[in-house]
């Protein structure tokens, strides 16, 4: 499970702790939270955590 957050500023709140309440043997690398405005920068952040996360297994 890998969380993904769009925010105006709230951040991940406690999205983490009730995934993992939902699903307490989900591995949950840390949550990445971009703000809604950031597209471009949004996309390419999002592309670099997908290719560690596949690279790390």
């Given at each position: 499970?890998?969380?993904?957050?769009?925010d105006?500023?709230?951040?991940?709140?406690?999205?983490?702790?009730?995934?993992?309440?939902?699903?307490?043997?989900?591995?949950?690398?840390?949550?990445?939270?971009?703000?809604?405005?950031?597209?471009?920068?949004?996309m390419?952040q999002?592309?670099?955590?997908l290719?560690g996360i596949?690279?790390?297994?």
């Amino acid at each position: 499970m890998i969380p993904f957050v769009t925010d105006s500023g709230y951040g991940l709140g406690s999205s983490r702790s009730i995934l993992a309440s939902h699903a307490p043997k989900a591995r949950l690398p840390p949550g990445l939270v971009m703000e809604e405005d950031q597209e471009r920068r949004t996309m390419n952040q999002v592309n670099d955590r997908l290719s560690g996360i596949r690279a790390n297994g």
